[in-house]
């Protein structure tokens, strides 16, 4: 029998040698429910079934759109490298046993014939065009893209007509390529998408809103798993150094206390 779909919050096998029933003492992880999607199918589908019948549930959609979408782009840049698959860990906490279930969903996205085109609209339909959880799978994507430590013209076309397909504004893909196409030396003020002559009140409640949007807990609550939290966190530090560069560095900074 496969595994009971998300509408049950927690899971847990019962003693075999007791007869009781079974003890519901964990959340399903995002893989138990993957497992459960990937289950539904039938012999011979592709992974594009679980979006034609039934959407799943937006943290399964958001980790099958992740995966689907990487193993198209792994090709963008002309190879598959070990580093571009091993991203997907830079993302998600996936542990041991959960491996086969994300390898599976990799391998039926690279036999899907469907164009990465199709399955961005296809993506986009599903959330809705310009929906926040897109811009973070956007930003996802730009994770294992720089994966093997290099931003390739493939790669950025790839990503900018993803982006245009899921509604982005252009501004907001500026701002994430920024961060991740220079993770050395990032401009601050492209990373908060400010201009450097802003004064230096409106840079801090750019950033002050923009710490808050990429709060973790409002990023699982628009539908990023919390096996994926990580990519909320890590936004929520680029935001942080960049202000504080532009704290030290701008005209309008406050002169340090004498003495």
């Keep these: 029998m496969a595994p009971p779909l998300a509408g049950c919050p927690r899971r847990s096998a019962a003693p075999p040698d007791t007869g009781a029933p079974a003890r519901y003492d964990r959340p399903m992880?995002?893989?138990?429910?993957?497992?459960?999607?990937?289950?539904?199918?039938?012999?011979?589908?592709?992974?594009?079934?679980?979006?034609?019948?039934?959407?799943?549930?937006?943290?399964?959609?958001?980790?099958?759109?992740?995966?689907?979408?990487?193993?198209?782009?792994?090709?963008?840049d002309g190879l598959v490298t070990r580093d571009e698959v091993?991203?997907?860990?830079?993302?998600?906490?996936?542990?041991p046993e959960e491996e086969a279930n994300a390898a599976r969903v990799f391998d039926l996205a690279r036999q899907d014939v469907a164009?990465?085109?199709?399955?961005?609209?296809?993506?986009?339909?599903?959330?809705?065009?310009?929906?926040?959880?897109?811009?973070?799978?956007?930003?996802?994507?730009?994770?294992?893209a720089m994966a093997d430590g290099h931003y390739h013209p493939g790669?950025?076309?790839f990503l900018a007509e993803?982006?245009?397909?899921?509604?982005?504004?252009?501004?907001?893909?500026?701002r994430l390529r920024a961060r991740f196409a220079h993770p050395e030396h990032p401009d601050p003020y492209a990373v908060l998408g400010v201009a450097p002559g802003t004064p230096?009140?409106?840079?801090?409640?750019?950033w002050r809103a923009a710490v808050r949007e990429a709060h973790p807990d409002r990023a699982v609550a628009r539908g990023l798993p919390e096996e994926a939290v990580r990519l909320a966190e890590d936004r929520v530090k680029a935001l942080n150094r960049a202000w504080e560069e532009i704290q030290t560095h701008h005209p309008q900074r406050q002169p340090a206390p004498a003495g």
């Design 86 to 95: 091993r991203a997907f860990r830079a993302i998600f906490t996936i542990p």
């Design 29 to 76: 992880s995002i893989w138990d429910r993957l497992s459960a999607a990937l289950a539904a199918l039938a012999r011979g589908e592709g992974l594009s079934a679980l979006f034609e019948r039934r959407a799943p549930e937006t943290s399964v959609a958001f980790t099958i759109a992740v995966i689907a979408l990487g193993a198209k782009m792994a090709k963008a």
């Design 155 to 157: 790669e950025d076309a």
């Design 115 to 144: 164009g990465f085109e199709v399955w961005a609209a296809r993506i986009a339909r599903m959330f809705g065009p310009g929906a926040p959880v897109l811009e973070d799978l956007i930003e996802s994507l730009f994770a294992i």
């Design 162 to 174: 993803v982006a245009r397909i899921f509604s982005i504004p252009e501004d907001h893909f500026a």
């Design 200 to 206: 230096l009140t409106e840079i801090r409640a750019v």
